[in-house]
Every structure is written in structure tokens, then in C-alpha cells.
Nanobody, 113 residues
Framework: VQLQASGGGLVQPGGSLRLSCAAS????????MGWYRQTPGKQRELVAI??????RYADSVKGRFTISRDTAKNTVYLQMNSLQPEDTAVYYC?????????WGKGTLVTVSS
């Protein structure tokens, strides 16, 4: 299974970005897709995940970020609005397939004026 993430970049505070992550390969049944992020010296933290019961978000991004998924394309998106400097991180997408987690390589989001 391969995950290809895109959409990161430099944006000013208050701006928006949309991340995409497409899964390919031996995909039989995706249970879950989502996004984590990591900054230097810190543990990777959950940002948003798309579950059977509905999306879950970190408190820090609720109301600003929206996760969505295109099941036909095996792609998950993260729409990020009202970005703040504290959102600066490497964003990693992941997919859960038959109890196995696969990670993408990460895409850097930098929020700075």
C-alpha cells in the first residue's frame, strides 16, 4: 500500500490549504483514513480521522479543519481554514486496512507572515 500526500506549502496566518492523500496498491478494505501532524521535538498528534461513526478532530482544529473522503478514489482530504502559526507541522496521512496502519511520507505546512 502506498500513500501519496500533497497540498502542503507556505501560507499566511488566516489562510487556507487543502491536503490530499491518495492510497494505492493492494487495497481490499479501508477501515479508516486520517491525518496526524508532528513538529520537531514533539510526538505525532492526531488532527482528524474519518471513522464509521463520523469524523473526529483534535480540539485545536475543531471548527477550522474539515476531513472528507472519496471512497471511489481511496483519497482523503483535509481542508484547513483560518490557519495559525501553531498549525505549522509536517502532516502525515494514514490508512487502516485490516488492522494494519500505513503512513504517508508527510507534507510540510508552514504558516507564517
Amino acid at each position: 500500500v502506498q500513500l501519496q500526500a500533497s497540498g502542503g506549502g507556505l501560507v499566511q496566518p488566516g489562510g487556507s490549504l487543502r491536503l490530499s492523500c491518495a492510497a494505492s496498491g493492494s487495497i481490499f478494505s479501508i477501515s479508516r483514513m486520517g491525518w496526524y501532524r508532528q513538529t520537531p521535538g514533539k510526538q505525532r498528534e492526531l488532527v482528524a480521522i474519518d471513522t464509521v461513526g463520523g469524523p473526529r478532530y483534535a480540539d485545536s482544529v475543531k471548527g477550522r479543519f474539515t476531513i472528507s473522503r472519496d471512497t471511489a478514489k481511496n483519497t482523503v482530504y483535509l481542508q484547513m481554514n483560518s490557519l495559525q502559526p501553531e498549525d505549522t507541522a509536517v502532516y502525515y496521512c494514514y490508512v487502516l486496512i485490516r488492522a494494519v496502519t500505513y503512513w504517508g511520507k508527510g507534507t510540510l505546512v508552514t504558516v507564517s507572515s
